[in-house]
């Protein structure tokens, strides 16, 4: 296991970007090119990520860093491989495609699903604050149940898709969902990635103080109540075998799950959450233990 002691000191991202106040984005970003290291070429569509490295003829990055239109961040990492591979240079520096949930969820999700199937030798990392906040707060795939968008004003209707999950079905060697909140967690994952060969798929919840409506101080609390609650369960899926993050882990007892009550009352977009969204919610997160806990004891 990872401790705090185990963490690269020298910093990837210069002081002084644009991101918001509490945007937990900036801090998976952080870690996640500590775990990386110099040798990194980063590919990122139009996100709030584009935002954090600046204006154009600037970037807030060590790393090289490729921005690419929303629908083909797969695809440029492809040809990031493509170009390593002819030049001999592909196990020794790594490619990391970095995406929001609406470049993933959505638009990006065909050049994604393209290279999985190709088995395309890249980290594919969607940072998920659960809309497409850098144009507004409209609703992706992503978007949870009873949530404000301002293309759902009365709230979502359905609950986010399953993204992991549909990576694990490409049967990819490597996926893996983690939570801003949980740094170490996010730390030992991308270093377990980065050694893997083929597409690697990291899901990442990002909690957004201004998307979500909550104070920025809250950032770190609001995510962690996503795991307490069984909402956000961590895990990793390697070669097909399941293991559940050591931070979820207790959550397999439903006692120790706080309400996700608890959760949504944090968070103004879902002010107009009602009771049948609640009890649904209920019954999302007890379906989700229920398949978890079957596939832990089989292995």
Known sequence: ???VMDLVEE???????????????????????KALGPKTII???ASCLTVLHGMQGF???KVSVLH???????ASASGIVASLEEKGLADEISVVAFAGDGGTTDIGIQSLSGA?????????????????????????GSTPLGAFSTTTPGGKKSHKKNMPKILEAHGIPYVATANGSYPL???????????????????????????????????????RLAVQTGFWPMYEVINGKYFLSKDS?????????????????TQKRFDKITREEIKNYKQYIDDQWTEIRKRVENY
């Open 116 to 140: 999985a199937e190709r088995g395309t030798n890249f980290i594919y990392a969607c940072y998920d604050n659960e809309a497409y906040m850098n144009t507004g707060v409209q609703r992706s």
């Open 68 to 74: 690419t239109p929303f629908m083909t961040t797969a």
């Open 249 to 265: 882990q207790k959550y397999l007892d439903p006692s120790k799950r706080k309400p996700i009550e608890d959760y949504l009352k």
């Open 59 to 61: 970037c807030t990055t």
């Open 43 to 45: 590919t990122v569509p």
């Open 11 to 33: 910093e990837f991202i210069y002081p002084g970007t644009r991101a918001c106040a509490g945007c937990a984005m900036a801090l998976i970003y952080r870690i996640a090119l």
């Open 1 to 3: 296991m990872v401790n």
């Open 185 to 223: 967690d996010i730390y030992e994952k991308f270093q377990k990635a980065r050694k893997i060969k083929g597409t690697k798929y990291l899901h990442i919840l990002s909690p957004c103080p201004p998307g979500w409506g909550f104070p920025p101080k809250d950032t770190i609390k609001i995510g």
